[in-house]
Every structure is written in C-alpha cells, then in structure tokens.
C-alpha cells in the first residue's frame, strides 16, 4: 500500500513568517493539517512598505514558535514528518535566510530530507491543494514582486510568455494606495474603496495595451494616478480613483490574458488550463472578470482559495510533497537565491529602453 506522506512547509521570504503541515493519503489526496501565517502588517504600516531589516528580525523572533504551532495544530509528531521544504527565493535575502537556516536546522536534526522551494513555484502550484490539477497549464502569477505569463508544462519545467517590463501589479496596488492615502497593505484595502468609486470617472493609460504581446505594464498608470491623486480633494474623488483604477487592471488582464491563451496554443501546449495566483488572486472582480474571459475562450478557469492567494507555508509544503516524490532533495549548503526564476532561459525584460 502507498505510504501516507506527511511535508513542513517553512516561508520567510517577505513580509510574512508562516508554517504549514500538508499530507497526501493513500489515494493522493491533500490534505492541509495546519497551516500558520504571522504577518508583519502592524509592523510595516507606519512605513507604507515592508522594511527588510525589521521583516528578517521578526521572522527571526517568530518562527520557531510559528513552526511549533504548525506542528501541534497538525497534529502529528516531528519524527512523522517525510519531508522539510523551505522556500530559498526569490525574496528579501535576510528574510530568505532565517526560513531556510532554521528549515535546514529542523530537517539536520531530525534526519529528514531538506527540500529547497521556489516561492514562485509555491504560487504556481497552490491551486493543487484543493483541487485535481494535472500539468500542462497556462499561469498568470500575480503578486507583489512578480507579474507573469508562464506555460507550466511539469513540475520544475516553466516557459516564460510574457512579463512586466516594469513594476508587478501587486506593487501597482500598494502604489496606488499608498498615493490615494487609503493605507497598507494596499491591494485588499484598494479593492473595498473601489466598490464605493465610479469606475468611468478618470481615464486612465493602460501601457502597452497593443505591443509587446502578453507583456505587461504599470508604471504609466502609476504615474497618471499621481497627477491625479494631487489634485483630488474629497472622499468621493479618491473612491472614484480607486475603481477607475481597478477597473483598469482589470481591462489589462483581461487583454492580455486573451493573447497569452493565444501565445500558449501556438507553443503547441495540450489542454485549457488557466490558472490564476498570487496575492492579487484574491482580488474578486479580477477573479470574475478572468472567469468571464475562460468562458468567452473555451479556457477553464482555476484559482486557489481566496486563503491560499498571499503568501503562505502550504505551497511551499505542496513543492516539496511534488519533489519528495521525485526525490528531488537538496544539500544543506544550498543558498538563499533572492533572484530565481522560473524559466530561467527568459531573457531579461526591465527597465527603460527595454525592446518588445
Ligand atoms: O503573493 P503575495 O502575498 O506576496 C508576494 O509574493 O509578493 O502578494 C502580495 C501582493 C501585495 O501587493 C498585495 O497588495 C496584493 O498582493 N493583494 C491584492 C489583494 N490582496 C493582496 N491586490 C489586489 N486585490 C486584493 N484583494
Ligand atoms: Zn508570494
């Protein structure tokens, strides 16, 4: 009979201190034992921005009693564990490097495998802890360092369709929020303002709307929404920012999604799959806006729980339960990598000058 597989999961690479316990049973089925996120918003706020050196000294207060109680909450004992997977990068390398040296510690002394994670995988993989989802794929991450269109073809085995050339729509919320003074964390706090704000109100840009395939871009929007934020005075003026601004993102996904299904048939991949993760996955109209896209497309539509969207030690866990069956282990001298790619063939698409 097939072993029960019990993994930890460990993620410090941002602003959040989070450990999880995940088990497959018999029939392949996974299931989340316990699943522990510390975030650091209180920390950060009067910042407007996560600030590494006090990120790396919280994660470092936090995250043996976090791990402990991941541990307990699941239920089950250390020595049942299969599996240590810590997420290496990408990421703020002192925040990196507590997670992984402490995961490192744990799975030394228990003599387990350690199992190094790319966070980015973990977003890419989520939607599998609560649903059957077999590769090849179509991703749109969408978080607050990254932006991208990715034809995941197997575990390990991505091909980069397009990016953001410059800020991650994520960063773009923050920005957003942060000029229009509704707060930090920016995204979820931008979503709740805009339902209040006429959407048709301003006129937002929308960069490279018809270039550069499924590549994206922020940094114009976050511009216009700068000259207009200094002119608003009311209550009123700064909702109706808020959703014209939604509403542009959306209409930029929604556009670009279309040509990454285009883009991801034409790389004569099988299959209808769009997954959609990262934190801003969790933002519900953009969920719904991409439903009605996947309609429209013949494209199944597949998200994490909205839970699942921002980061957490589940699908770090998840990564590892896929390697472990692999045995894809890594040594102890293994480094935080704060640059990883997923398709690490892509070339480099930043900054001004950049040719699409
Ligand atoms: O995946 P994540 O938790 O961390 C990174 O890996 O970056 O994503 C965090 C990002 C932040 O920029 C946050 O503002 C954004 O996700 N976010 C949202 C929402 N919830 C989180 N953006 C828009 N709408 C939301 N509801
Ligand atoms: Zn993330």
Known sequence: MKKKLIILGIETSCDETAAAVIQENDHGE????????SSQFEIHRKFGGVVPELAARAHAEKIDLITQKAIIDSGIKMKNLDAVAVTAGPGLIVCLSVGLNFGKAVASSLKKPFIAVNHLEGHALSPKLNSNLNYPYLLLLISGGHSQFLS???????KRLGTTIDDAVGEAFDKTAKLIGIGFPGGPKLEECAKKGNPYKFNLPKPIINRGGCNLSFSGLKTAVLKISKKIKTKKEKYDLA??????????????????????????MEGNKFVVAGGVAANKKIRNVLKNLC????????????NLCGDNAAMIAMVGLEKFKKKQFNKLDFPAK???????????????????
Request: proline share 4%; no cysteine; hydrophobic share 45%.
């Open 243 to 268: 959703a014209s601004f939604q509403k542009t993102i959306e209409e930029i996904l929604y556009k670009k999604s279309k040509i990454a299904f285009q883009e991801f048939k034409k790389s004569n």
């Open 30 to 37: 996974i299931k989340i034992l316990s699943n522990i996120v």
């Open 152 to 158: 995941v073809e197997n575990l390990g085995k991505y």
């Open 338 to 356: 704060p640059r990883w790619a997923l398709d690490e063939k892509a070339i480099f698409l930043k900054g001004a000058g950049v040719k699409l």
């Open 295 to 306: 309609i429209e497309e013949n494209f199944e539509s597949i998200f994490p729980p909205i």
